[in-house]
């Protein structure tokens, strides 16, 4: 960690999926030093386990602070019923009433279509956009929701940027390339940076997996599929590399904003692609070839996350309170696979430096504690309409003692556009949403 800065400052981690059994097991071999080293250095505790098990829904209680009923998300993606908005949710009760043919002919119809999500979906303030409205800077990267990028004191790279990439090497197609980034002159670095999935080179696969130069060739041209590592490999590792370089070139180029979000996908789908082949966990579709070739590809991809979370936080300021959280676990569902949907494994939650006590194991915490906590700890007012408390287990005595806990009533509604930002290419989005593993 450098000195430059001396305000206090945030930098919340999103891994989507990082288990803490995984964890606890590879800390024991000493494979996760940096991890391990966080954990111990501050404080960390199991979320309660949420339910539904979604991570569009979990991840938007996080940063909200508050539960689906209030901010609206219930799924990766929603209903237009000729100019209405409907939510998954509210055609699923329609569904179990019989209307099943009905449903499926006015789809056929197009009078029904599915909308991939965007912010404008999201009924509350997003964190990001509480700091900014208090006039503190912000820098956010492939947050959920974070599309279309709004203009804050700082800079905001969509979650839409991976697929705009992609657009680029597709035949047909026109993508909204409109606000994927504020301000607009990150855009060209930001296309830089993006890491093409087709041109991944040998080693990188072979770093997570023993295959040779012709199974690597078929896993280049692999058409997506879902849960399926040869597909999914290039698009899970480019994505979260492409978050890495984003994330290390802001941290170069602009001063560190006092609140900082990233969002890393990989560990969620490299999970539950992979994860039955790993030693512990065979199982009997499992060939004993495929698990001499993947049964260490997700121990080698937790390794790499733990050196990428080495590389971010030493770049950031001493003074600096880092969290790094998940949004479930992983277990062996009824159905036998790798997954969270049923299960429902906890996700995990981890505080260090600035403020933070050393050695804590913090119990009972929920996904709607991270935002009030954040904003105490950010030195803002939490809002009474928020449905978690602040962690102050986590905080160090002589912090809370000289910052009492503010409240405010409400932090207000968002502006947004009236209806979602739809585009003609909804169907492009929702077959690249697929393909990184946002839809299924
Ligand atoms: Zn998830």
């Not at 979320?47 to 901010?71: C, D, E, Q, Y």
């Not at 990267?141 to 990028?149: E, F, G, H, K, V």
């Amino acid at each position: 960690m450098n000195n430059s800065s001396n305000c206090k400052k945030l930098l919340l981690i999103a891994i989507d999926g990082l288990s803490f059994p995984l964890l606890q097991k590879w800390f024991a071999m000493g494979d996760l030093p940096f991890l391990e080293r966080l954990m111990e250095g501050g404080c960390y505790g199991l979320l309660k386990p949420f339910t539904p098990s979604n991570s569009a829904v979990i991840w938007t209680s996080i940063i909200t602070g508050m539960n689906p009923r209030k901010h609206g998300i219930d799924s990766f993606i929603y209903y237009k019923v000729g100019e209405r908005i409907v939510r998954k949710t509210a055609i699923k009760k329609m569904l179990k009433c019989g209307i099943r043919p009905l449903f499926r002919w006015l789809q056929k119809k197009e009078y029904v279509r599915d909308v991939p999500f965007s912010l404008s979906m999201v009924q509350q303030k997003m964190l990001w956009e509480l700091f900014a409205q208090e006039d503190r800077s912000v820098g956010v990267i492939n947050w959920w929701y974070s599309w279309p990028a709004c203009e804050v004191p700082g800079f905001i790279i969509s979650d839409r940027v991976h697929y705009w990439r992609l657009k680029e090497r597709g035949k047909n197609g026109s993508l909204p390339d409109t606000h994927l980034v504020y301000p607009d002159s990150l855009f060209d670095e930001v296309v830089k940076s993006i890491v093409d999935p087709l041109a991944l080179p040998v080693d990188v696969y072979q770093q997570f997996m023993k295959v040779d130069r012709r199974e690597i060739e078929t896993m280049r041209n692999c058409h997506y599929k879902r849960h399926q590592l040869m597909s999914e490999f290039k698009y899970l590792y480019s994505m979260d590399e492409s978050v890495k370089k984003l994330a290390l070139y802001c941290l170069k180029e602009f001063p560190q904003p006092d609140f900082l979000a990233f969002y890393f996908r990989g560990i969620d789908i490299i999970s539950h692609c992979a994860l039955k082949y790993d030693s512990c966990n065979r199982d009997s579709h499992v060939t004993d070839k495929e698990i001499e070739q993947f049964g260490d590809t997700v121990h080698e991809y937790y390794c790499h996350i733990d050196r990428i979370l080495k590389e971010l936080i030493e770049k950031v300021s001493v003074d600096t309170t880092v969290m790094v959280v998940s949004d479930h676990g992983f277990e062996k569902e009824p159905d036998g696979r790798f997954g969270h949907r049923k299960t429902k494994p906890p996700g995990l939650l981890i505080l260090n430096g600035q403020n933070v006590r050393t050695g804590l194991r913090v119990e009972n915490a929920s996904v709607y504690d991270i935002t009030p906590t954040l904003l105490y700890l950010g030195g803002l007012p939490v809002s009474k309409e928020m449905d978690g408390v602040v962690l102050t287990e986590c905080v160090e005595e002589i912090f809370l003692q000289n910052h009492p806990i503010q409240f405010i009533e409400s932090y207000g509604s968002p502006l947004r556009h009236k209806g979602p930002v739809a585009h003609d290419s909804d169907e492009e989005i929702k077959e690249r949403l697929r393909a990184l593993g946002y839809l299924e």
